[in-house]
């Protein structure tokens, strides 16, 4: 089975410039989520979708971060403008449908490693 | 706000030792205790944890939950080089969202 796909790998922009990353989950995947991962700390949760309806976007910095999954396959990560501290590793993971009784387990992308200078 | 705490940050161990990381946790409305091994790329998933004192093991790694004190961990027994990553912990609330700590970064050297 493929796995999670992410791309760019790896982007280097300047301080007020716009990015975009994107993600395609594991075929059949409901659930989709991104992280963010700063050197030295563990992933931070921004955004989670359930097909294409956001679940949780609690820690999304909304003022310059957005995203999307508009078919609920594939999802789209933005942010615009960029500042020095969005540095940082961002993850994509999928699950399968989330559901009550049960755990189903994420399974993480590669990332994309974002330098902001 | 949910809180998980990994010790120690960075143990740096020779081949064929054990180490045991530790993980405390403050998350409400708690579900499970998760373990990760995160090597240069994404973190792939150890172990599941949902009821106290109930050791699960896979090969020479070992972990346990303990409900009452808010902690876990997890053992690896002769260790090998490959064991080198960083090993996250995160818990699970009852609406699935994971709270990551920061990790704790094990190197075996040969």
């Known amino acids: 089975e493929a796995g999670v796909a992410q791309s760019p790998r790896y982007k280097i922009i300047e301080k007020r410039q716009s990015v975009a990353f994107w993600c395609n989950p594991i075929?059949?995947?409901?659930?989709l989520y991104w992280y963010q991962q700063i050197l030295g700390q563990g992933p931070k949760l921004l955004i989670q979708f359930q097909n294409n309806g956001v679940v949780d976007d609690s820690q999304l910095p909304k003022d310059r971060f957005s995203a999307e999954r508009l078919k609920g396959v594939d999802s789209t990560l933005k942010i615009q403008p960029a500042k020095l501290e969005d540095s940082a590793v961002y993850l994509c993971a999928s699950s399968s449908e989330v559901g009550l009784l049960s755990y189903n387990e994420q399974f993480f992308g590669p990332g994309t490693r974002l330098t902001v200078l | 706000e949910d809180k998980v705490v990994q010790s120690p940050l960075s143990l740096v161990v020779h081949e064929g030792d054990t180490v045991t990381l530790n993980c405390s946790y403050e998350v409400t409305n708690f579900r499970s205790l998760l373990w990760y091994k995160q090597e240069k790329k994404a973190p792939t998933f150890l172990f599941m944890l949902t009821s106290s004192g109930i050791e699960k093991k896979s090969g020479r790694l070992s972990s346990i939950l303990d409900k009452k004190e808010l902690f876990s961990i997890l053992n690896i027994t002769a260790t090998q080089t490959g064991d080198s990553a960083v090993y996250l912990c995160?818990?699970?609330?009852?609406?699935?969202?994971?709270?990551f700590g920061a990790g704790t970064t094990v190197t075996v050297r040969a």
């Open positions: 075929s059949g995947h409901a659930t």
């Open positions: 995160a818990a699970s609330s009852n609406d699935y969202k994971l709270s």
